[in-house]
């Protein structure tokens, strides 16, 4: 990982532009319930945002104690761990 990618932790959040873009590429056209999974949600806005627009249950995983925190106020359920080290099921 680059030195200033470290410095951040990894973390590059969706900019707001793209993030109100991507409802209009993506459609829950049933209207049906169900869920949306982020393996790497960051703070958790774009996934709250997008589940929101959707009408999805949202459950994040990520890494970063602090950020994994924010995410709890986005997310339905909120799993501090490493994406690659859990297994998901329905």
């Not at 873009?21 to 703070?43: H, V, Y």
């Amino acid at each position: 990982m680059h030195v200033a990618a470290r410095a951040r932790a990894g973390f590059f959040p969706t900019p707001p532009t793209v993030l109100t873009k991507i409802p209009r590429f993506i459609e829950n056209e049933s209207g049906q319930l169900g869920r949306i999974l982020d393996p790497c949600a960051g703070n958790g806005i774009p996934l709250g945002f997008l589940a929101m627009e959707w009408k999805l249950d949202a459950f994040a995983i990520e890494l970063d104690r602090q950020r994994a925190q924010q995410c709890t106020t986005q997310a339905t359920k909120t799993l501090r761990s490493d994406a690659h080290c859990c297994e998901v099921s329905r």
